[in-house]
C-alpha cells in the first residue's frame, strides 16, 4: 500500500509526463488555401493568413525573383489545396501582423524546405531563433546556392539567416 506522499507524487511525475508529451508533439492543423499572397504567405479560407516560418521570400514586384518565388508557391500549395499547418512550439505562433506563422505541408512535402530547395525562399531565423527543421532549411539552401537554382542563379543575393533575404538583378 502506498502513503498519500507517495501517491501525489507519483501523480505529479505522471501529470510532468503528460505535459511533455503533449509540448513534444505538434498537432497539424488543417486547412485549404484560399489563395497565395506572395512567395511565403497564403491566405486560408475562412480568412486566417499564414506567413511560412522560418523562411523569408523576395518581395514582388520590387525585388528579383519576387515574382517568381510567388509563383513558386502557387505551384507548390494552389488555390484550393488541403494543406496541414505545423506550429512550431520552440517559435512564436503568430506575427505582429497576425497572421499565423507555420510550417505548411502538402502530403508528405514540407513546402517552406521545397521552397528553400528550389530557390524561392531563404532560411530566416528571426532574432536567431531555430525551428524544429533549421538544419533541413541550411541543408536545402546550400544545395540550391550551389546549383544555381531560383534566386541564386538569376540574382544578386544578400542573404544572413538571421536577415531578410535581399535581391537585386544581375
Do not use: K
Request: aromatic share 6%.
Amino acid at each position: 500500500m502506498r502513503t498519500p506522499r507517495e501517491i501525489v507524487a507519483a501523480l505529479v511525475v505522471a501529470h510532468g509526463l503528460v505535459g511533455c508529451a503533449a509540448g513534444g508533439e505538434t498537432a497539424r492543423e488543417p486547412a485549404t488555401v484560399d489563395r497565395v499572397i506572395d512567395g511565403d504567405t497564403l491566405s486560408l479560407r475562412g480568412g486566417p493568413r499564414v506567413r511560412l516560418v522560418q523562411i523569408d521570400a523576395p518581395e514582388a514586384p520590387e525585388e528579383c525573383y519576387g515574382r517568381a518565388a510567388t509563383r513558386e508557391l502557387v505551384r507548390r500549395a494552389p488555390p484550393g489545396t488541403e494543406v496541414a499547418l505545423e506550429p512550431d512550439p520552440r517559435l512564436d505562433r503568430e506575427d505582429r501582423f497576425g497572421r499565423l506563422l507555420r510550417y505548411v505541408l502538402v502530403g508528405s512535402s514540407n513546402v517552406n524546405v521545397e521552397l528553400v530547395r528550389r530557390g524561392a525562399a531563404a532560411p530566416y531565423f528571426f532574432h536567431g531563433a531555430r525551428g524544429r527543421y533549421a538544419a533541413r532549411l541550411l541543408e536545402a539552401v546550400a544545395a540550391a546556392r550551389s546549383g544555381g537554382r531560383g534566386m541564386w542563379g538569376r540574382c544578386r543575393v544578400s542573404w544572413n539567416p538571421e536577415r531578410q533575404v535581399r535581391t537585386w538583378p544581375r
